[in-house]
């Protein structure tokens, strides 16, 4: 396509890590297999929660959805990353790239309100427990997943169609292995400024007030843990609480840098570094976070792990 000629885009180029070189191979193979136990890692919890009784509780069913989200999440990013590595033309068609966006954007949505979900719940369990059952009921909990879901659909369709009605035309490269709302903006040849404005606000309402609401129930969780007499005590409630906080800290630490740096001091290499650490890196540690420092599925996987093996 001619840059320079004002002709109407009709695909766009994602340049990704085409300047890599021989760099792009050991790229494939780790990105290969980061995917590979993101889905074995995610697929297993989501059995385990579904298959061992002991582990049907809010903060289970929560995690369990975290880990549809993680699967559908890197899948819509991943195979088409891997695949434009050794394309000597990696291109995408401007329905390709909006779908994209949209799965991307009402993933990573659906995401941040599900953590601030597990946070009220550790909150409701922790200093509420004795209306725990009541707060965090049945028809609760599907409530807050279905909003979470319904709030990224709701983010993800309104602001992929604005940005899909604005001009295209001349460049068509977008800097970035996916297209993200900004790399893809940036190359639209109409008024902006909506498009912008309309990234400021997901960034203000699902990065930072799900991240603010989170902290102040880790504030509450961690005043009532120091009035916990024993110290054996404050341990058990803590370790209740210290693999959530440690994925909300990776999920939000990431997704604040990629999407709050000034301009000024962002480059293209550092945004796909950060990038690929929150789309890909991210989503496989969950389940090992989850898994090791968690007694409860531990215990459920030795028992599916000895039902099996004693099994004919």
Known sequence: MDDDNGTIVNEFILLGFSDLGAGKLPLFWGVLFVYLVTLSGNSLIITLTLLDSALNT?????LRHLSLIEILYTTSIVPRMLSDLFSSYPVISPAGCFTQMYFFTLLGVAECCLLCAMAYDRFAAICQPLHYATLMNRQVCVGMVGA??????????THSIFIFTLPFHGTNIVHHFLCDILPVLRLAS?????????????????IITPFALILFSYVRILITILGVA???????VFSTCSSHLLVVTLFFG?????????????TQDMDQIISLFYTVVTPMLNPFIYTLRNKEVMGALRRKLTKHLRSP
Do not use: C, H
Not at 148 to 157: A, F, N
Not at 254 to 266: E, K, L
């Open 58 to 62: 809010p903060m289970y069913f929560f």
């Open 148 to 157: 979470s879901y319904l709030m990224g659909i709701t983010t993800g369709t």
């Open 190 to 206: 109409g008024d902006t400024f909506w498009g912008e404005v309309g990234n400021l606000a997901i960034t203000l309402l699902f």
């Open 230 to 236: 024993s110290a054996q005590g404050r341990q058990k």
């Open 254 to 266: 990431t997704a604040s840098i990629a999407y709050m740096r000034p301009g000024s001091n962002s």
